[in-house]
């Protein structure tokens, strides 16, 4: 099923060439107009009536703030308007700056400090360079800001904060979000966020080869359970472990046999003893690896939750030399952090920021490119954990998940993770799309397992979580 339109997550770049399109088919006097309508709407709808000082840049994105600033006005609030630069006397943006008949003030931070509201309209998502002192003065004067597009300060590509950004209470943007609206540090600045549609022709979109996704719902679907489903059509988790560590191999499958596996299965060797007594419902083989794998029904393995690298580097090369689906972690990347062509071979990986830097070197401020180069060195999914998770695909896709708690940040919830994701590929899922859907289904849960859970209690909401997947995805 092609993925909704409605996820989609277009560069700064691809705005413009998308703006460069949409105007063969709407003047930009018109989308301008409706963009700096939609702000004023918003604003009168989170705000009371007071002070107005709208920052108005060179360019569209100032043009939509003149906008804004004359719809306020002829709601009754009083506006006045500040203008970092004056627009090219023969654009758009100058014919709405001629449109709004206030006041003018100075460009300065006593003019800020005097309104209730300062409105950011200077530069919008496509800054890529620190903004100069003058106008972080200005706005580091306001006591409330609202911002057009991007709080100005904010790369709207990767979310990094060049120099320094306002705290936002209210951020409008159109069309559609950019990844710099979903990514930390920036996302954490935008306060209120709308999103407005200003009726661009949707099927622009689609010209564009747009490779980014907010994850959700509706970008992958999980396979239905129906009345002729059993426990090998739902699919076999198969996990490695190992002998110091088991807590985090039992809550790898823990997190499969919760998210809806069919069967899942340890493999510990030698190491039986420690997992005996684990969950009835846990199969625990004690024989040699090598002949688990002739079990073709075995198609999916989990290496990495509670090896040791040594463990892991007798483990992973049997598992890839009979090629199955293996989804790495924890051990498996300490391994692999030697040499990650170790790594090839794998269908995924998923390191959190340092497991990820040991790896590949440290991402930088643009994570989602960096994601997406590893993704290619090895060809196989990432999923780089964090508050903001980026799943990339060696082919460029890559959505983005802001679906999570803080509280997930604890010790084993990662394990959990790899056994859903586990589950998921055992349905037979597609590697990407497995990796996106057990990210938010992990996310769901601990949204759903309050303010202080630990590993184990995530597991009594992946059923609910998966339940509500599939009723959104539908």
């Known amino acids: 099923m092609p993925h909704?339109?409605?996820?989609?997550?277009?560069?700064?770049?691809?705005?413009?060439e998308m703006d460069r399109l949409a105007y063969k088919a709407v003047p930009i006097a018109t989308l301008m107009d409706r963009a700096g309508w939609a702000v004023a709407r918003a604003i009168r709808l989170h705000f009371?009536?007071?002070?107005?000082?709208?920052?108005?840049?060179?360019?569209?994105?100032?043009?939509?703030?003149?906008?804004?600033?004359?719809?306020?006005?002829?709601?009754?609030?009083?506006?006045?308007?500040?203008?970092?630069?004056?627009?090219?006397?023969?654009?758009?943006?100058?014919?709405?700056?001629?449109?709004?008949?206030?006041p003018r003030v100075p460009f300065s931070p006593k003019e800020a400090a005097r309104a209730d509201l300062v409105v950011d309209a200077i530069f919008g998502a496509g800054l890529s360079r620190a903004p100069e002192e003058n106008v972080v003065s200005v706005l580091k004067a306001a006591q409330r800001v609202v911002a057009i597009d991007m709080p100005t300060g904010i790369d709207g590509a990767t979310g990094a904060i060049l120099g320094d950004a306002p705290d936002c209470e209210l951020t409008?943007?159109?069309?559609?979000?950019k990844p710099g609206h979903k990514l930390l540090p920036g996302s954490a600045?935008?306060?209120?966020?709308?999103?407005?549609?200003?009726?661009?022709?949707?099927?622009?979109?689609?010209?564009?080869?747009?490779?980014?996704?907010?994850?959700?719902?509706?970008?992958?679907?999980?396979?239905?359970?129906?009345?002729?489903?059993?426990?090998?059509?739902?699919g076999v988790v198969s996990i490695c472990a190992g002998g110091s560590?088991?807590?985090?191999?039992?809550?790898?499958?823990?997190?499969?046999?919760?998210?809806?596996?069919?069967?899942?299965?340890?493999?510990?060797?030698?190491?039986?003893?420690?997992?005996?007594?684990?969950?009835?419902?846990?199969?625990?083989?004690d024989g040699e690896l090598a002949n688990l794998l002739q079990d073709e029904r075995r198609k999916v393995w989990i290496c990495g939750p509670g090896l040791t690298p040594d463990e892991a580097a007798e483990t992973l090369p049997i598992l890839l030399k009979a090629e199955r689906i293996v989804l790495a972690d924890a051990g498996a990347l300490t391994w692999g952090a030697e040499n990650s062509e170790r790594l090839k071979g794998v269908a995924a990986?998923?390191?959190?920021?340092?497991?990820?830097?040991?790896?590949?070197?440290?991402?930088?401020e643009d994570r989602l490119s960096a994601a997406r180069e590893a993704a290619r060195k090895i060809?196989?999914?990432?999923?780089?954990?964090?508050?903001?998770?980026?799943?990339?695909?060696?082919?460029?896709?890559?959505?983005?998940?802001?679906?999570?708690?803080?509280?997930?940040?604890?010790?084993?919830?990662?394990?959990t993770l790899t056994g859903v994701i586990g589950t998921m590929l055992a349905a037979g899922m597609p590697v990407w799309e497995a990796c996106c859907a057990g990210v938010w289904l992990h996310g769901e849960a601990g949204l759903r397992a309050g303010d202080w859970p630990i590993a184990e209690d995530l597991d009594a909401h992946l059923g609910a979580a998966r339940t509500k997947a599939i009723e959104l995805g539908l």
Request: hydrophobic share 40%; with cysteine; aromatic share 6%.
């Open 172 to 177: 409008v943007t159109f069309v559609r979000p």
């Open 4 to 16: 909704p339109r409605s996820l989609l997550l277009p560069t700064p770049a691809q705005c413009g």
């Open 48 to 102: 009371t009536p007071c002070r107005v000082l709208v920052l108005c840049g060179p360019g569209n994105n100032g043009g939509d703030g003149y906008v804004a600033a004359r719809y306020l006005a002829q709601m009754g609030w009083p506006v006045a308007v500040a203008a970092l630069a004056e627009p090219r006397s023969d654009s758009d943006a100058a014919k709405a700056a001629a449109l709004f008949k206030g």
């Open 245 to 285: 560590m088991p807590g985090a191999a039992r809550l790898s499958a823990a997190g499969a046999r919760a998210s809806g596996a069919g069967l899942v299965r340890i493999s510990t060797g030698e190491n039986a003893p420690a997992f005996r007594l684990g969950a009835p419902g846990l199969i625990v083989d």
């Open 189 to 234: 600045k935008l306060g209120d966020f709308v999103c407005a549609d200003i009726g661009e022709p949707q099927d622009i979109l689609d010209q564009l080869g747009i490779q980014t996704w907010h994850n959700e719902p509706g970008l992958w679907h999980i396979p239905p359970m129906t009345p002729e489903s059993y426990k090998y059509s739902r």
């Open 379 to 415: 060809n196989a999914v990432v999923v780089m954990k964090g508050a903001d998770t980026i799943i990339a695909a060696p082919d460029g896709r890559a959505a983005i998940n802001d679906h999570a708690s803080p509280a997930l940040a604890t010790a084993g919830s990662g394990d």
């Open 349 to 364: 990986i998923t390191p959190h920021i340092g497991e990820f830097s040991r790896l590949f070197g440290k991402p930088g």
